[in-house]
């Protein structure tokens, strides 16, 4: 499991940035059905940087960092600017809907993929909580492309 210093907890209007902070690898919650206080009571226990455009005040036990606009790609530019993310990032590790850490599938036979997945022999990974199947096909250089505009240097020195 890899472990970074940044988790993150996002209310429920910013479910677009939860999807782009696990393209980053980052552990970020989010469940569209919890009410604030929900959320609060989580990003306090879990240690989370409780992410939300509400005007929210931060605490001694709480993180909160408010965001500004409803376009989740200036949200993770301003996340950028205020956090190390491009250093601790570990890109496509995550699954986009649950958040848990991919594994890597070892045999490949009994798994319905497209044809042109088996034909090029593309490396497949799992989620072990929601069993979503993920290769490096062409949406990756979609999303490579996005995280980039958004400022996210995906070749690192």
């Given at each position: 499991?890899?472990?970074?210093?940044?988790?993150f907890?996002?209310?429920?209007s910013?479910?677009?940035?939860?999807?782009?902070?696990?393209?980053?690898g980052?552990?970020t919650?989010?469940s569209?059905?919890?009410?604030?206080?929900?959320?609060?009571?989580?990003?306090?226990l879990?240690?989370?940087?409780?992410?939300?455009?509400?005007?929210?005040?931060?605490?001694?036990?709480?993180t909160?960092?408010?965001?500004?606009?409803?376009?989740?790609?200036?949200?993770?530019q301003?996340?950028?600017?205020?956090?190390?993310?491009?250093?601790?990032?570990?890109?496509?590790?995550?699954?986009?809907?649950?958040?848990?850490?991919?594994?890597?599938?070892a045999?490949?036979?009994?798994?319905?993929?497209?044809?042109?997945?088996?034909?090029r022999?593309?490396?497949?990974?799992?989620?072990?909580?929601?069993?979503?199947?993920?290769?490096?096909?062409?949406?990756?250089?979609?999303?490579?492309?996005?995280?980039?505009?958004?400022?996210?240097?995906l070749?690192?020195p």
């Amino acid at each position: 499991m890899v472990e970074t210093t940044l988790k993150f907890i996002v209310d429920r209007s910013l479910k677009p940035l939860a999807k782009r902070l696990r393209m980053l690898g980052f552990d970020t919650l989010y469940s569209g059905g919890s009410s604030l206080s929900e959320i609060i009571q989580t990003s306090i226990l879990d240690k989370r940087i409780l992410l939300t455009m509400k005007p929210l005040s931060p605490t001694r036990k709480l993180t909160v960092f408010r965001l500004d606009g409803d376009d989740p790609d200036s949200q993770l530019q301003q996340l950028l600017e205020a956090y190390p993310l491009q250093e601790h990032a570990v890109f496509f590790l995550r699954c986009l809907i649950c958040n848990a850490e991919l594994s890597a599938v070892a045999d490949c036979a009994d798994l319905s993929l497209p044809e042109s997945v088996r034909e090029r022999k593309l490396p497949i990974f799992r989620c072990p909580e929601c069993q979503r199947l993920y290769w490096h096909g062409s949406h990756l250089e979609r999303m490579k492309a996005q995280l980039e505009r958004c400022g996210i240097k995906l070749n690192k020195p």
